[in-house]
């Protein structure tokens, strides 16, 4: 399965083997978080930790991310993370976006945490098990990219985020005020470069290069713009 394919299986997966991967998938799984592409001047850092570092996550392992705490710079963790979370339930294994779990050391530039280990939760059967908005609720355009970028996670289900086509270019805007901002606050940006993989991945499928991911603007006016031809 592809990268592509996984959009329409993954799943939060929530329960786990309490057994260690070993070191080679450890490894394996490291060499797949390095070669995710990040945002331009971005430079997140990432540390995969076992679950003695950790509270409040079912997981056996989690990666850490790390960053500035810019919009940009959470964005660019939702886009590379996001790759890797598709990687690893590609690869057979669960995964869980985590804004609630935490390490136990505390430390000024942690974001978020990505948990995975074993699991017997199966992948989703398909588009039939997502709850999401529709293509026309989150896009001025109801395309390939936007029926496929809808599935991507985000905290609490929200999906705060809108899809601007024009052409040669979609702007991918955040998109949720009043209490949902106020519950998941920065997730939301973080919520909204999970999607930009999605549809990174969706345009790439169907036969488009993308040609550049900028960040603009920032607070209500922060967005990314991808280029495509
Ligand atoms: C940024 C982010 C943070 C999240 N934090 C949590 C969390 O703390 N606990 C949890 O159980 N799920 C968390 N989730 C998982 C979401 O609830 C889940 O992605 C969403 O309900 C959609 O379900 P799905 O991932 O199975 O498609 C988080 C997801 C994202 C993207």
């Not at 990268?3 to 450890?26: H, K, N, P």
């Not at 940009?72 to 890797?84: E, K, R, S």
């Not at 945490?113 to 355009?141: V, Y």
């Amino acid at each position: 399965m592809t990268l592509y394919e996984t959009i329409f299986t993954r799943r939060s997966v929530r329960q786990y083997d309490q057994v260690q991967l070993e070191a080679s998938v450890l490894a394996e799984i490291r060499q797949a978080i390095d070669n995710e592409k990040q945002l331009p001047g971005q430079n997140a850092r990432f540390e995969i930790v076992n679950a003695d570092r950790l509270k409040g996550v079912a997981a056996p392992h989690a990666i850490l991310a790390y960053s500035a705490g810019t919009d940009a710079a959470l964005a660019n963790i939702g886009y590379t993370l996001q790759g890797v979370d598709l990687h690893l339930q590609n690869s057979g294994y669960g995964s869980l976006w985590m804004g609630m779990g935490k390490p136990i050391e505390q430390s000024a530039d942690y974001r978020i945490l990505l948990a995975f280990g074993k699991t017997s939760a199966p992948l989703r059967a398909g588009q039939g098990d997502f709850k999401r908005k529709s293509a026309t609720e989150i896009s001025n355009e109801d395309n390939a990219i936007a029926r496929v970028a809808r599935l991507a996670p985000s905290a609490v289900n929200f999906q705060p985020w809108k899809l601007d086509f024009s052409p040669g270019k979609v702007v991918v805007r955040p998109d949720g005020g009043g209490i949902r901002k106020l519950l998941t606050g920065n997730l939301q940006k973080i919520d909204l470069g999970i999607i930009l993989k999605c549809v990174e991945l969706a345009l790439e499928r169907e036969g488009k290069a993308v040609t550049a991911l900028t960040p603009k603007g920032g607070g209500k006016t922060f967005a990314v713009e991808v280029a495509f031809e």
